[in-house]
């Protein structure tokens, strides 16, 4: 396992080390008297394996091998269970909405007759006051029209992982036998472009690689006319680290890779496209809000549910260790409002309190909010730290900030 020496990154030593109960969060009791925010969006793990074997992916190739012990798909009796909690939480926060993001794994292994199961049964539990929104995110490579016919009965929007042109894509979405994907994904994507089926087209998910040009790899999937990009820093903790390595005030290989792409994005016509998380970081910087995990302050307010029927954190917690994102409770157990209760997620809703004194220190730290909480992990300190990606955060958001605000004089001297 690769660890970043303690000598050279942030100073840790300011906490004391958690015994091992403490280790299954060093979630902090800042949380403790933080008014609870309701979960709005249920991930469902609908099948737990996959049809291709990405070398960067979190759920099979980092420190949770959970997966390994749950079937493969979820039963009836959980879809069941399923749709009546997320009702059942829906009406006593009085939500008028919910999402519910089919994931996996590859949901769209789990089949056309169990994908409509969960569908009708959530719609059906949710009549007449709560409005379902259904999306999903897959690598594509089994969309079919019978399978587009099922999303499209129930607006199911579809997000599609790909990491940019074929060369950048088969870079790591592979096959077990080393074959690239990237033109079986194609065939999925291009299905999914066409009529009557386009409607249904949300984004394209791509996981950064430092290895690949940012503008050639913005360019590739611009050119596929994504309704928006959402760009992802590999899942890594300070005990294993980025594929790039643990950055230095002075060395920001990501940083770098994302101010390239920004520019290019932010220049002029590239900006039609969406890229979710440099409008997320404009945002901030204006003032507002931002609605991600992987920056800002703003509450968690996602749940998942394994096949299995277990209810855990944020899925990208099983980058840092074993349970990481264990609740111990499942659908059978208790209504939602119990998860809001455990100590990680109290500790994830509430803002500069629960973050490293670190991070509440730094400058940017409004903006930043401690970045993504599953590459905060150190074995010694628990989560009790700064992202893993901490300075390559700082330079972005300098950078963006600086632009922004070259923009802003601008704009005042034309008024004048």
């Known amino acids: 396992m690769r660890k970043r020496s303690m000598a050279t990154g942030p100073d840790f030593t300011a906490a004391p080390p958690p015994d091992d109960a403490v280790a299954a969060g060093r979630m902090f009791q800042a949380g403790v008297g933080v008014p609870l925010t309701p979960f709005r969006q249920f991930v469902v793990k609908l099948h737990s394996r996959c049809n291709i074997a990405c070398d960067h992916c979190y759920m099979y190739e980092l420190a949770d091998q959970s997966w390994r012990a749950r079937p493969m798909v979820m039963s009836d ?29 590859e949901p769209l292994l789990a089949g056309k007759a169990k994908l409509e199961r969960l569908f009708a049964a959530v719609t059906a539990a949710l009549r007449p006051n709560v409005r379902p929104v259904f999306t999903m995110q897959t690598n594509g490579i089994l969309l079919t029209e019978a399978m587009l016919e099922v999303l499209a009965a129930y607006e199911v929007h579809v997000g599609i992982s790909l990491d940019g042109g074929e060369q950048e894509n088969d870079r790591h979405r592979r096959y077990t036998d080393g074959r690239g994907t990237y033109r079986q994904v194609m065939r999925g994507l291009d299905l999914l472009r066409s009529e009557p089926y386009r409607h249904l087209y949300r984004r394209l998910l791509c996981t950064v690689d430092v290895a690949n040009d940012p503008v050639r790899t913005f360019d590739e999937l611009a050119r596929l006319s994504p309704p928006a990009i959402d760009l992802l820093l590999p899942h890594a903790t300070w005990e294993n680290p980025p594929p790039a390595g643990i950055s230095t005030p002075g060395s920001t ?10 520019d290019h994005w932010y220049a002029g016509p590239a900006q039609h496209v969406q890229i979710r998380f440099f409008e997320e970081l404009i945002v901030q910087l204006l003032g507002g809000q931002a609605v991600t995990e992987k ?41 939602f409002d119990a998860v809001l209760e455990v100590p990680a997620v109290r500790a994830n ?14 400058p940017v730290v409004d903006v930043c909010g401690g970045g993504h909480y599953a590459h905060r992990y150190h074995a010694e300190t628990g989560f009790d730290n700064p992202s893993v990606y901490c300075a390559d955060l700082a330079a972005l958001i300098i950078h963006v900030r600086q632009r922004v605000r070259e923009d802003l004089a601008r704009l005042a001297e034309s008024t004048q």
Not at 253 to 262: E, G, R, T
């Open 295 to 335: 920056i800002g302050l703003s509450p968690i307010n996602f749940l998942v549910v394994e096949t299995d029927g277990t209810l855990e954190l944020q899925d990208a917690l099983k980058a840092a260790y074993e349970g990481a994102a264990a609740t111990g409770l499942t659908l059978a157990d208790q209504p």
């Open 349 to 362: 809703q509430s803002g500069l309190d629960g973050l490293s004194a670190t991070c509440r220190a730094c």
């Open 253 to 262: 290989p990501y940083a770098d890779w994302l101010n390239a792409l920004f």
């Open 77 to 105: 009796a959980d879809i069941d269970r399923l749709a009546a909690r997320v009702a059942e939480h829906a009406h006593a926060h009085s939500l008028d909405s919910v999402e519910v993001l089919v994931h996996g794994g």
